[in-house]
């Protein structure tokens, strides 16, 4: 997992891959791709409250025994796209290999700044987490799915497992 990868270079501990948090991400990367929307609003939901709409998935998560979830998500389209701060265009081949890769990679080095919520996500920053390294993520599901525009739709939920 290329997460694992990152945060080894981090000196940090490897994330569990988990079917529940697989199946919440790939639901929501199946709802964009099938609605071709995009979401981004900075709390991924309509009117900004992360914690209603596409199914409260903050709130199925924490019913799945879990604690502080958090979640990326992106959308992949064309062969080149230009990063955040740096603007560094990279090529992305359209296989499943490539995009995860290139999302990873983007959510820690290139997108937006060194100081990203996305960076702070992966590499586990305690103040997306309550201030704490308590509840630092454990778990991460992965979801992503094609849309007829041909472009890629991926989520990511991290959690803590009690």
């Known amino acids: 997992m290329h997460y694992n990868t990152i945060r080894a270079d981090y000196g940090l501990p490897a994330l569990v891959r ?7 991400a790939q639901g929501f990367s199946d709802s964009m791709a099938s609605t071709l929307t995009y979401p981004w609003n900075g709390s991924h939901e309509a009117g900004g409250n992360k914690w209603s709409g596409t199914g409260g998935r903050m709130k199925t998560i924490l019913g799945m025994g879990f604690a502080y979830p958090a979640e990326n998500i992106m959308r992949v389209s064309g062969t080149e796209t230009r990063f955040g701060c740096d603007n560094v265009p990279m090529f992305v081949e359209k296989t499943a290999n490539s995009i995860a890769v290139y999302t990873a990679l983007s959510w820690v080095e290139h997108d937006g700044c060194a100081n ?13 987490y309550g201030g704490t390294t308590e509840y630092l993520p454990t778990d991460v599901g992965i979801g992503i799915a094609k849309g007829s525009d041909g472009q890629y739709y991926i989520t990511a939920e991290f959690a803590h497992k009690n």
């Open 116 to 128: 990203n919520g996305h960076r702070k996500t992966v590499l586990s920053d305690p103040a997306n």
């Open 18 to 24: 988990n079917s529940q948090l697989d199946t919440v």
